[in-house]
């Protein structure tokens, strides 16, 4: 039989999942060597979503981040996840470019590419740029459930990505929806179609299949699979690595992981996990009704609190099966970023009004110009599209196209030919004074952890209310510590 190789997504899209992108780059630096020693077949580590979150929260330079991790990560291919779109702005293609550009430089040798729609047409310019830019493409398959996502969709979209001279193909499940039956229809039709080249599975656990379906193409020869470390695996997250390994194993398959190298990662994120009050992973209950309205979960705690300030979270279930009569009316779109934000704001306004279509948000009216993908506009439902574009909103949009400038002029907008490539990009996504605020704060900080057990417990000892003196004695060496007032 053969291997069985897994990618991890621990630092990418597993704390993404579990901890909204609040992993610093010192809590990753001290396993980035661990990591590496693992036989992981590659490891998932930057998205242009991660700079906003990095400079205007974290206060760290996320390409300092790739640089810093990638001199310690060097026996590992290191991978990109990078789009068509970007997040909700629809970011000029010299930004795109810029962005491959600067994820090469710092050492990234893959990206894998997304689009909302798996339009063909789409992906060509993305892996034409990221050839240029040095790094092997990977296409995603994103998975849906509807009347349109048949196995036979995902064979000729598959068929189309091999055609554009591919790398590799990604089955990429964000929703936790696929399960172990149409696992084994699927997965034949795109490893045949695929003609060959690889293909990975990358699925979820919002439903509690995840491994069950990662076991499944396993069998049926999708050998590259997508894992995570505990406790950033499970839950919203991808499956654990260690589960699926073990699992694989007692199928009669061999794997290359280095499991010994990969227990210290866990035992590192668990203890910060576990400091930092930071949710953990776990499988969750099987729940059908993620079929039905297929609202990501991390928007579901979104829509929830969306209600909670006009006084309506009882309203919720009602906001899901709302949801999905929108995607049926919106012709199936699938649910990621954005397409499921602009379906969830859109049902979460006609619950909250209490009249379908009366008031709409921007990016609906946008969705049935095709501005978000003429696909949609097409399959829209007329009435419905009529309705939302019957408006003098719908009018001034429009007449407006998405701004393509290039590259020099960019760069005098945002500070002149001394600016580097890498500001720029900063200052273009995240804002000049953000940036500026980011800069302030230093370079990123050492974070303590149980390596550092006597200062761990300064640190904790510290923030108890009724402890105002700490005293540290160790030979004829004698220290003192108090809080201010005492």
């Not at 199936?332 to 379906?343: E, G, K």
């Not at 030919?417 to 370079?443: C, F, N, Q, T, W």
């Amino acid at each position: 039989m053969d291997n069985v190789r897994f990618v991890d997504t621990t630092l990418r899209d597993g704390q993404q999942s579990l901890w909204a992108l609040n992993m610093r780059t010192g809590m990753m630096l001290p396993v980035a060597g661990q990591l590496d020693k693992a036989a992981f077949d590659a490891i998932e580590l930057g998205t242009p979503i991660e700079i906003p979150k990095c400079v205007r929260e974290l206060r760290e330079d996320p390409w300092e981040r790739l640089r810093l991790i990638a001199r310690k990560i060097t026996e590992t291919p290191l991978r990109a996840i990078h789009g068509t779109s970007s997040g909700f702005e629809l970011f000029p293609h010299a930004i795109h470019k810029l962005w491959d550009e600067r994820a090469a430089a710092c050492g990234l040798t893959q990206v894998r590419i997304s689009d909302c729609w798996n339009d063909p047409s789409r992906w060509r310019w993305r892996i034409q740029q990221a050839r240029a830019a040095g790094l092997d493409p990977i296409i995603n398959l994103i998975y849906s459930v509807s009347p349109r996502h048949t196995d036979e969709y995902y064979a000729e979209r598959a068929r189309a990505a091999v055609r554009l001279g591919v790398f590799r193909l990604c089955l990429k499940d964000p929703g936790g929806l696929l399960t172990p039956e149409r696992t084994r229809t699927l997965v034949p039709a795109i490893l045949h179609s695929a003609g060959g080249i690889p293909v990975e599975l990358h699925t979820h656990c919002n439903t509690g299949l995840g491994a069950l379906c990662c076991l499944e193409a396993i069998r049926l020869g999708m050998t590259i699979i997508n894992t995570a470390v505990p406790p950033l695996a499970d839950g919203s997250s991808n499956p654990s690595v260690f589960n699926v390994a073990k699992n694989a194993r007692a199928m009669g398959y061999a794997t290359f992981l280095q499991e010994a190298a990969i227990q210290p990662v866990a035992d590192h994120f668990k203890f910060i996990a576990r400091r930092e009050r930071l949710r953990v992973g776990a499988p969750p209950e099987y729940d059908y009704y993620q079929y039905i309205h297929q609202v990501p979960g991390g928007m579901i705690s979104n829509l929830r609190h969306q209600l909670r300030l006009v006084g309506m979270e009882d309203k919720l279930e009602a906001t899901l099966e709302e949801a999905a009569r929108v995607r049926e009316e919106f012709g199936y779109p699938i649910m990621v970023t954005p397409l499921s934000q602009f379906v969830g704001s859109q049902a979460a306004i006609h619950v909250i009004v209490g009249e379908r279509y009366q008031q709409v948000t921007d990016q609906s009216i946008q969705y049935a110009l095709g501005l978000w993908g003429e696909e949609g506009a097409a399959l829209m439902d007329p009435n419905v599209k009529d309705r939302i574009l019957g408006r003098p909103r719908a009018k001034e949009l429009g007449a407006w196209k998405p701004p393509q400038p290039t590259l020099k002029e960019l760069r005098a907008k945002f500070g002149g030919p001394g600016v580097s490539d890498e500001e720029l990009l900063l200052r273009y996504i995240a804002g000049k004074d953000e940036v500026a605020a980011m800069r302030a704060a230093g370079p990123p900080k050492e974070y303590l952890n149980a390596r550092h057990p006597l200062l761990t417990l300064i640190g904790e000892l510290s923030q108890l209310r009724d402890c105002r003196h700490i005293y540290v004695r160790k030979g004829d060496l004698s220290l003192q510590l108090a809080k201010r007032g005492s």
